[in-house]
């Protein structure tokens, strides 16, 4: 496998639509990297430029220290995995899978000895003489997979390979997919919008705004310590609430309460508290009109307004008895509070 090293890169389409703006990211040998932001943000476009697909405006990329910047895509032993399978329809599924070892000529035996061992891995060893159009969306991107392994590229490339199953499917392909890095301790970048699959597939995650890094850094790191107010919203599900607040001699002021807290400089914030940080409480300081209740078996999510005007999301324990219309009263557990400056930057308390 091998280390993957993006150094300023930059592409630009047209005038001035900039994809990605100065991209400088170190990927080690082995490590599992998720790229995740909103549509548009330059997620694909920087597994584009690394697989030879896109060419950089400016920047180098590397692998393994060689610089692969000017080299044509065959030559970059790289192999992606896209959204829609990309399967041939006419070839069975053993072809399908064979087709890039052919390509290059290998002995027939050695064909036969690499599909069956990446088959045998996915699982999917009973399905070889199949086409496409045989099996289910899961058993495809299976194959798709096994197309890229049996290959033994230095780098996975995976652009929202999930994206077109259905939810139950989506969790076990990630369990594959994460069971398959810890088999073959592979170099592996994928791109996501789906906040699950960056948290639980990623050993750093990278977070995309508008082709700019917001942050870098292992999932729980990027949770509970998000270094500005995009990334605290965008990461987690429900997202962080946040409240117009204002900090005056170690009291904050919000949501038409008051909290001690202190070695906060005075001033006006945003203050971001998460749905589960949210503390039910029929005497507490806060109250906020509900809306809507959200059922989902294992607790509720409820979601409400509040005395100052403001949206809140609250996760509760799924036997609070609490109905469209009426009163939800709750504290706000001021150690799970973040901070943010009128900039967006986090503010450590």
Not at 19 to 26: G, V
Not at 182 to 194: E, Q
Not at 229 to 236: L, N, R, Y
Request: charged share 25%; with cysteine.
């Amino acid at each position: 496998m091998a280390s993957v090293r993006f150094e300023a890169v930059s592409k630009v389409y047209g005038l001035d639509s900039k994809a990605l703006s100065e991209f400088t990211l170190d990927v080690a040998d082995g490590e599992f990297v998720v790229l995740v932001g909103p549509s548009g943000c330059g997620k694909s476009t920087t597994l584009r430029v690394l697989a030879g697909l896109e060419e950089a405006t400016s920047g180098r990329v590397f692998i393994d220290n060689r610089d692969i910047t000017d080299e044509t895509p065959s030559k970059r032993d790289i192999a992606m995995v896209f959204q829609n399978y990309a399967l041939y329809p006419h070839m069975t599924v053993f072809d399908n899978m064979a087709f890039s070892l052919k390509m290059r000529k290998l002995p027939k035996e050695e064909i036969q000895k690499l599909v069956a061992e990446t088959a045998d891995i996915l699982g999917i060893s009973d399905y070889l003489n199949r086409k496409p159009k045989e099996l289910s969306g899961g058993q495809r991107q299976r194959v798709a997979l096994g197309r890229a392994i049996v290959r033994h590229p230095k780098v996975f490339l995976f652009d929202e390979p999930l994206s077109n199953l259905d939810a139950k499917l989506r969790v076990q392909m990630r369990n594959e997919l994460a069971r398959l890095h810890t088999k073959l301790k592979a170099t592996m970048i994928y791109v996501t919008h789906d906040q699950a699959e960056a948290m639980t597939l990623g050993d750093r995650i990278v977070v995309l705004k508008d082709g700019v890094i917001q942050q870098v850094a292992p999932p729980l790191e990027v949770y509970n310590n998000p270094c500005n107010k995009f990334v605290a919203g965008f990461i987690g599900s429900p997202s962080m609430n946040f409240f117009k607040s204002e900090v005056s001699g170690g009291k904050l002021a919000a949501i038409s309460g008051s909290l001690e807290l202190s070695g906060v400089t005075d001033g006006r914030y945003t203050m971001g508290i998460r749905p589960e940080d949210i503390i039910v409480n029929e005497q507490g300081q806060f109250m906020c009109t509900v809306e809507v209740v959200e059922t989902l078996g294992n607790e509720k999510v409820v979601l409400g307004v509040t005395v100052s005007g403001e949206h809140l999301t609250a996760r509760c324990k799924p036997d609070i008895d609490i109905h469209p219309g009426g009163e939800l009263r709750f504290d706000i557990d001021v150690n799970q509070i973040h901070l943010f400056t009128v900039d967006g930057i986090e503010n450590k308390i």
